[in-house]
């Protein structure tokens, strides 16, 4: 498996020329250790369709299901995640995006998550690809944007971002689509 840092790409497509179709992209943290937990919400944004997957629509766009929400963090391995399938998607950008529910009312941010990463597998071979840590550098921010998973005609091209931002979900998604 990989590590990559952010501004790293991989392609998923295999040495062989055999293009990796379904993949997952898993996060993972640790329990808050303040005395109350930091619920990390995974969501996925297309920027050419504007449409945002997310713990209430986890379908709503094509080719792309997140998993069940998880309010802590507690336990080991992938904490959320979400499987997109190049069959399905359409091209374009698919941005992998991640803030703190309810951040401001809990007065939380990344300054206290510890661990976090996004994995990347292969989701026909269960087989990590490569890591990314994504809990350096977080401060005062409450959300951010993990990685942009380019398809380009059915191959998928993993970009490593890491740019936080001090707002939520609306307001990852309209700094995603003034792009």
Same mark, same amino acid.
């Given at each position: 498996m990989? @590590? +990559?840092?952010k501004g790293q790409s991989i392609s998923l497509v295999k040495p062989d020329g055999t293009i990796i179709q379904k993949i997952i992209v898993g996060l993972s943290w640790d329990t808050a250790e303040i005395g109350q937990n930091v619920d990390l919400d995974l969501f996925v944004i297309h920027k050419q369709s504007q449409k945002v997957a997310f713990f209430n629509d986890k379908t709503a766009i094509q080719g792309v299901l997140?998993?069940?929400? $998880?309010?802590?963090?507690?336990?080991?391995?992938v904490d959320e995640f979400t499987r997109l399938d190049a069959a399905q998607t359409d091209d374009g950008d698919y941005y992998i995006c991640v803030n703190i529910y309810d951040a401001n009312s809990r007065?939380?941010?990344? @300054?206290?998550?510890?661990?976090?990463k996004a994995t990347i597998y292969n989701d026909a071979m269960n087989n990590p690809l490569a890591s990314y840590p994504i809990s350096q550098d977080g401060a005062r921010n409450t959300a951010l +944007? &993990?990685? $942009? &998973?380019?398809? $380009?005609?059915?191959?998928?091209e993993f970009i490593a971002l890491g740019e936080y931002i001090l707002g939520d979900i609306n307001e990852v998604a309209q700094a995603i689509f003034n792009k």
């Open positions: 990989l @590590n +990559i840092e997140l998993s069940d929400d $998880n309010l802590t963090g507690e336990g080991d391995g007065n939380q941010s990344f @300054n206290l998550v510890k661990n976090a +944007i &993990v990685a $942009n &998973v380019k398809d $380009n005609g059915g191959k998928y």
